[in-house]
């Protein structure tokens, strides 16, 4: 996706996503996050408000890897999907992102975890989040997952799995989409305290496209007994877009 959702020069790249980065609001006292929520739509709609949740990082201890969730809007498949062809790395114009070998044959071992290269092949909702991470983590190891038909139980018991001090847990996922301005902020104020709440059931498909790792985040989250903070709410007619079709973007650090 590098030169359509986001840079493909590097030096362009960097300055666009520290200067979003700088723009963040600094980060807060207490507790590194266990998990981050963000959206992942072209940079110059959504840049701003990921930004808003990759500001958080960058503190001590730093994560070692980190636990990637994604919808997969192109390719249906029943459960989660890690990559099947072993190519080693991710990439984008930073350099490569390893993966987490040894890590990745736990989760494969996982009865609804699969590999499969083809919810991987054209999604954007992984990739895009990588850059933020590189410029505040610098180096660690990838676990990236499409999600497909999955229980809110069964992406919890996923994350459970390798969730530890040493990982970082980011779903991806914008809110709402196409609709008008007034409409779309109503429903992601509705949206965005079900989130706070940590009440998955009351988050739908048409309330975010990435509801399915969205809600087992959020029944981990409870699991744990993990409080969420929001860190932003907005829309593309916040930041790039026209009122009349809009795209929700919420960004939230669970700790």
């Known amino acids: 996706m590098a030169g359509s959702f986001y840079p493909d020069d590097p030096v362009v790249l960097a300055g666009t996503v520290d200067g979003f980065l700088a723009d963040a609001a600094p980060p807060v006292a207490g507790a590194a996050p266990r998990a981050l929520v963000a959206p992942h739509a072209g940079y110059l709609y959504s840049g701003p408000v990921a930004a808003s949740a990759f500001a958080r990082l960058g503190g001590e201890p730093r994560p070692e890897r980190v636990l990637l969730l994604g919808p997969s809007h192109h390719v249906r498949f029943a459960g989660l999907a890690l990559p099947a062809a072993d190519v080693g790395a991710f990439a984008t114009p930073f350099g490569p992102v390893p993966l987490a070998a040894v890590a990745e044959a736990r989760l494969a071992a996982l009865p609804q975890v699969g590999r499969d290269d083809a919810p991987h092949a054209r999604e954007h909702s992984l990739e895009v989040e990588l850059p933020f991470l590189q410029r505040r983590l610098g180096t660690f190891h990838l676990l990236p997952l499409a999600v497909g038909d999955a229980s809110d139980e069964d992406v919890a018991d996923v994350i459970d799995a390798l969730a530890d001090e040493r990982t970082l847990v980011v779903v991806s996922t914008d809110l709402s989409h196409y609709l008008p301005d007034a409409v779309a902020r109503e429903r992601d104020r509705r949206t965005s305290e079900?989130?706070?709440?940590?009440?998955?059931?009351?988050?739908?498909?048409?309330?975010?496209?990435?509801?399915?790792?969205?809600?087992?985040?959020?029944?981990?989250?409870?699991?744990?007994?993990?409080?969420?903070?929001?860190?932003?709410?907005?829309?593309?007619?916040?930041?790039?877009?026209?009122?009349?079709?809009?795209?929700?973007y919420g960004a939230y650090a669970l700790a």
């Open 194 to 248: 079900a989130i706070e709440r940590l009440e998955p059931g009351r988050i739908g498909g048409a309330d975010a496209c990435g509801a399915v790792p969205l809600r087992g985040l959020l029944v981990w989250a409870r699991r744990h007994g993990l409080a969420c903070r929001r860190l932003d709410l907005r829309n593309s007619s916040d930041t790039a877009g026209g009122p009349e079709r809009v795209v929700g």
